[in-house]
C-alpha cells in the first residue's frame, strides 16, 4: 500500500500506519558473478573502500601527523587535532573557521554529488552495511531466511544464530566504543586504558560499556532509523539538491511506463504500446537498506549507496536492455536537459566561499604562534624599589607549546635595558603541554618611562622569536 506512486509519501517505509517499525530485510545486491558484467559493480567497489576506511579508522588514534594526532577530539582536555593541526582553547576561532569550512565543503560538494558521503564514506553506513550486514547474511542468510528465522519459533538452531550473531555483534561494539574513546582521549591514553586494571580507569570503563551499548543498540536494532531520524544531514538535503544535483536517480523517461515483461513479448512491442525499460521485478526496493522506491524520486532516506543500481543493471542485463535505468545522473540530464555537471551560479557561489575560507584559514594557521605565551602580574604585587633605585615587578609566565615536539624556550627584554630572570634562564616546553614560571623584570630609573612602561617581553625558541607580549611595568615613577 505504503509504495503505490499516489499514496507512498502517506507513511514512511519503515513504519506502518499506526507508527509500528516495520523491520527491513534488504537482499543482498548482486555482485562479482551475479553483477552485470556491462556495469560498474558498485557494491564491490564499496567493499574495497570499505576496507580502505575501517583500516583508516583502526589506525586512526595512532597515526600521528608532525607528532600529533591525525584526528583527535579531546573535549575533557579542551584539545583538538584535525589532520595533524591541533587546535588548543585560545585558537578557538580556529576551530570555528574551520568547522564553518568543513560546512561550507558539505554543502557544497551536496549540492554538485548529492549525498555520496552518506552511502560510501560515513562510518555508519560503512560498519553497518559492510561489517554488520555481511556478517548477517552470513549467520543468517540473505533477506528471506532471516525473515524466516524471525518468524519461527525458538529452535536450538534459532537460539544458536541469535546468541552467534548478538555475541559478535557486541563484541564489535566494544571494539568502535575503544576505537571512539581513542579518538577522544588519544591512542597512547587508549592503550593505558585497555592495559591497566579497569579499577584504575573507572570513569573511561563506565563510558566504553556505555558507548558499547549505545553502538550495539545501533547496530543490531536501529540500523537505517539513524540516517532517517537522527542524522540530521539526510533532512537538510533536500534544500541543498536541485536538478542539477547528481544523486541516485531512476531514468523515469526510459523506464515509463513501468509494466512486467510478459512471456514472448518483444522489446518493439512493449515500446511500441508505451511500455519502459522498467520490467516492474521491485529488485531495486528489495535491496534498498532503508526500504525505499527509488522509482518514486529522490527521497529523505536515500543514502545514495547505490545498490539499486546494482540490483537494476543486473535485470537490464537479463532482460538484454542497456544498464544504467538506475544511475548517478540529475534530473535535468535524465530529461535530456543537459549531458555533464552543470556548474550552476549557486554551486560557483559555494565554491568561491569555500576556497575563500580555505584561504583564510591557511592563512591563520601559517600565522598562528608554534607557542602562546601568557603574561600576568603576580597577584597582589605591584613593584619593588631596590637600594640602588631601581625597580622589580613580577610576572607569572604561561607557555603553551601547540607543537607535537618538545621546544627549548628562552625569553628577552624587546624594547628595554634591563634584567629578567627566570625559572633557570631556560624553558622546557614539553610537547602540548603548558608550562609556567615566575618572572622578575628589572629596569633601572633611566628605562622608567613614568609610572607605567611598557615592556615587551619576547620568547625565542628555535633561534627565533616564537611570540611576544606587551605588558605594564609598574613603578614609582622616574624621580627627579
Ligand atoms: S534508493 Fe538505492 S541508493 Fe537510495 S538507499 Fe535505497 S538502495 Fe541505496
Ligand atoms: S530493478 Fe529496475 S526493472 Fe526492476 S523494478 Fe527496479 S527499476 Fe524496474
Not at 526496493?285 to 547505490?306: A, F, K, L, S, Y
Not at 624556550?409 to 624594547?415: F, M, P, Y
Amino acid at each position: 500500500m505504503s509504495n503505490s506512486p499516489e499514496n507512498f509519501r502517506d507513511t514512511i517505509p519503515t513504519a506502518d500506519a499506526q507508527g509500528r517499525r516495520i523491520w527491513m530485510y534488504p537482499r543482498k545486491p548482486p555482485t562479482g558473478k551475479a553483477s552485470a558484467p556491462n556495469a560498474p559493480d558498485y557494491y564491490k567497489l564499496r567493499t574495497w573502500l570499505s576496507w580502505v576506511l575501517l583500516f583508516i579508522l583502526v589506525i586512526g588514534p595512532f597515526v600521528k601527523i608532525a607528532g600529533n594526532p591525525l584526528l583527535m577530539m579531546n573535549i575533557v582536555e579542551r584539545k583538538f587535532s584535525i589532520f595533524g593541526i591541533m587546535f588548543w582553547p585560545q585558537d578557538f576561532y580556529l576551530f570555528a573557521l574551520a568547522m564553518i569550512t568543513g560546512f561550507v565543503m558539505v554543502v557544497f560538494f551536496t549540492a554538485a554529488w548529492g549525498r555520496i558521503w552518506c552511502g560510501w564514506l560515513c562510518p555508519q553506513t560503512v560498519l553497518m552495511e559492510m561489517v554488520f550486514r555481511k556478517i548477517e547474511y552470513a549467520i543468517e542468510g540473505d533477506a528471506r531466511d532471516q525473515q524466516k528465522l524471525n518468524e519461527s519459533p525458538w529452535t536450538q538452531e534459532k537460539i544458536t544464530k541469535k546468541a552467534i550473531k548478538h555475541g559478535i555483534f557486541f563484541a564489535l561494539s566494544f571494539v568502535v566504543a575503544n576505537l571512539l574513546l581513542g579518538y577522544i582521549i588519544g591512542g597512547e591514553a587508549l592503550i593505558d586504558l585497555i592495559t591497566d586494571p579497569p579499577t584504575q580507569h573507572g570513569a573511561g570503563f563506565l563510558f566504553l560499556l556505555l558507548f558499547t551499548g549505545l553502538f550495539y543498540s545501533i547496530f543490531a536494532r536501529f540500523r537505517e532509523q539513524a540516517c532517517t531520524f537522527i542524522c540530521p544531514y539526510g533532512r537538510f538535503q533536500s534544500v541543498l539538491l536541485d536538478e542539477n544535483s547528481l544523486v541516485v536517480a531512476y531514468d523515469h523517461v526510459r523506464g515509463e511506463k513501468r509494466a512486467r515483461k510478459l512471456k514472448g513479448e518483444s522489446w518493439e512491442e512493449r515500446l511500441s504500446i508505451g511500455k519502459g525499460d522498467c520490467v516492474d521485478c521491485g529488485l531495486c526496493v528489495t535491496v534498498c537498506p532503508t526500504g525505499i522506491d527509488i522509482r518514486n524520486g529522490t527521497q529523505m532516506e536515500c543514502v545514495n549507496c547505490t545498490n539499486c543500481i546494482d540490483a537494476c543493471n543486473s535485470v537490464m542485463h537479463k532482460v538484454k536492455r542497456d544498464p544504467g535505468l538506475i544511475r548517478f545522473a540529475s534530473m535535468n540530464q535524465i530529461e535530456g536537459k543537459s549531458k555533464k555537471l552543470q556548474f550552476t551560479p549557486r554551486l560557483k557561489a559555494y565554491g568561491i566561499l569555500m576556497g575563500a575560507l580555505f584561504l583564510l584559514l591557511s592563512g591563520l594557521l601559517i600565522a598562528r604562534d608554534a607557542v602562546d605565551m601568557t603574561l600576568l602580574r603576580v597577584r597582589g604585587t605591584l613593584f619593588q624599589e631596590l637600594p640602588n633605585g631601581d625597580v622589580t615587578n613580577m610576572f607569572e609566565g604561561q607557555f603553551m607549546n601547540k607543537t607535537g615536539r618538545e621546544m627549548d624556550g628562552v625569553l628577552e627584554l624587546l624594547n628595554v635595558e634591563g634584567q629578567l630572570l627566570y625559572s633557570d634562564q631556560h624553558l622546557s616546553l614539553l610537547p602540548q603541554e603548558e608550562t609556567s614560571t615566575i618572572l622578575v623584570v628589572t629596569l633601572s630609573p633611566d628605562q622608567l618611562r613614568g609610572k607605567e612602561t611598557k615592556v615587551k617581553i619576547g620568547l625565542r625558541a628555535d633561534g627565533k622569536i616564537v611570540d611576544t607580549q606587551t605588558t605594564t611595568f609598574l613603578s614609582p615613577g622616574r624621580k627627579r
